[in-house]
């Protein structure tokens, strides 16, 4: 009896009285509570019923109950960001490095499988990575495209390469001079 406190409000304070928490009440909502919530072997019931295929697979994908959420846009923004041309040019640098690794090991070792593969390996990785270099480019500044892929203000920067025409003196003839 003297291990257990409990809170029993002054009869002379009517203030005290509506500050007294009913603990046997409490539990009793617990309980109630556990037999009305739904346990997780239970799949929580949808409030419609599908009419086709299509909206079953949608159900399937997306249940934030139960964790599952739609990873469709996700999986499409990668595929976007891996498609854009700052993307494939990082690929063909990088096959352009192993390439290169190649071309150094064929060198180094001068076997003639390594000779080979770095003869077969690199002529069309170069000319790929020379391709994707200008594809990303566009026919732009450097400085302008990287700020640009950067996501960088570029309202004061000419886009155009700058292009200096020479004029080549034209030999004079003897019938001219």
């Known amino acids: 009896m003297d291990d257990e406190v409990r809170l029993q409000p002054d009869a002379e ?3 005290l009285a509506d500050t007294v928490v009913d603990v046997d009440a ?7 509570e556990a037999v009305l919530t739904p ?21 399937d994908r997306l249940d934030p109950e139960w964790g599952k959420y739609d990873v469709s846009r996700r999986i499409t923004s990668l595929r ?8 494939q040019m990082i690929f063909a640098g990088i096959a352009a490095l192993v390439a290169l690794a190649v071309a ?8 003639r499988a390594l000779i080979i593969a770095a ?13 994707q270099w200008r594809r990303w480019l566009e026919r732009k500044r ?6 640009e892929t950067l996501g960088e203000d570029t309202t004061g920067i000419d886009p155009r390469p700058r292009r200096v025409r020479r004029r080549v003196p ?3 003839s003897d019938d001219e001079a």
Do not use: K
């Open 13 to 15: 304070d009517p203030g």
């Open 26 to 32: 409490l539990e009793e909502e617990d309980e109630a």
């Open 39 to 59: 346990q997780r072997s239970e799949r929580p019931q949808s409030p419609f019923v599908p009419i086709g295929e299509h909206e079953i697979a949608g159900l």
């Open 80 to 87: 976007q960001a891996v498609e854009t041309s700052f993307a």
């Open 104 to 111: 150094l090991l064929a060198a180094s070792w001068q076997t």
């Open 119 to 131: 003869s077969v390996l690199c002529p069309p990785t170069f000319v790929w990575v020379y391709i």
């Open 142 to 147: 450097f400085l302008f495209r990287l700020l």
């Open 170 to 172: 034209r030999p004079i």
